[in-house]
């Protein structure tokens, strides 16, 4: 340990390499003048097919799938070149980070972001994949909360240090896989007594977390981490996943916003033109 690391008195950035370095900065506002473009539906979105913008995606398509007035264009907002940093896109949200919605049905704008808070808004405006009573609400928001809270720390961090870090650091890999498994651990108990999330009605609280249970599962997130972390011990997760997966309206909101697939999406034809049922 006689090169350990020992933080300064007071810390300062250092200039970043890799392929995120863009991303991260330790001050918030616009680095550049730019306007979002606008489409003609009710609701812009400006988002990326990451876990966190995946999930606002499949409840517009769900909400669509059920007939309701949810149209919506989806512009690619592309964290690698920071655009999250542009002047219109801090406008809608000041803490630079996909997804970040503007409903333009009413009389004013209304701006919406985190992603939670989006779910939330629409399902509530929709009246759908919110339960009305209080304890089937409340359930469907504790684990909505448990996800927003745990997923992007916990599960972000370990993708972070076993895949993507510059430099392996045993210490941080253990740290967060520990805590990853901990995590699943408590989802798989959870789908072992219940359906869904928040019993037995599929809500906004399965989207959430869908898309980031969907990658780790499947081997096409954080390098395939699937054998390192023992996935196939977890019994009732995969069961949910397929389940979920099967649904249309997951399908055709997985591929929104994603570079290769989809890198836009105006209308429901636009579907049409890629291979989106999987």
């Known amino acids: 340990m006689a090169d350990a690391y020992v933080p300064p008195r007071v810390w300062q950035p250092k200039e ?6 863009a991303i991260n900065r330790p001050v918030a506002g616009p680095t550049h003048e730019a306007e979002l473009p606008v489409g003609r539906h009710p609701f812009q979105l400006y988002s990326l097919a990451t876990p966190n913008g995946k999930k606002v995606t499949i409840l517009l398509e769900e909400l669509l799938e059920a007939g309701k007035a949810a149209d919506y264009d989806a512009w690619l907002i ?34 919406v972001f985190e992603s939670g808070s989006i779910l939330v808004y629409l399902a509530e405006k929709f009246g759908m994949f919110l339960p009305d009573d209080l304890k089937g609400r409340t359930e469907c928001l504790s684990w909505l909360f448990w996800q927003m809270g745990a997923q992007p720390f916990i599960s972000g961090g370990f993708g972070h240090f076993y895949h993507y870090a510059p430099v392996k650091i045993e210490y941080a890999i253990d740290r967060y896989a520990m805590e990853t498994k901990r995590l699943l651990d408590v989802a798989d108990r959870r789908l072992g007594e219940a359906r869904f999330f928040a019993g037995d009605s599929y809500s906004i609280a399965d989207m959430a977390l869908y898309p980031w249970y969907a990658g780790l599962f499947s081997g096409t997130t954080y390098g395939g981490a699937a054998e390192f972390l023992s996935l196939q011990d977890y019994a009732h997760i995969p069961r949910w996943l397929a389940e979920i997966g099967q649904r249309p309206g997951v399908k055709r909101g997985m591929v929104v ?18 291979d989106w049922r999987g």
């Open 78 to 111: 592309d964290i690698l070149k920071g655009d999250q940093f542009s002047s219109g896109f801090v406008a809608i949200n000041p803490n630079s980070k996909i997804p970040a919605l503007l409903d333009r049905s009413g009389p004013e704008p209304v701006r």
């Open 257 to 274: 916003n994603d570079r290769e697939i989809m890198p836009e999406r105006h209308e429901a034809s636009d579907f049409d033109t890629i």
């Open 16 to 21: 970043a390499d890799g392929p995120f370095a």
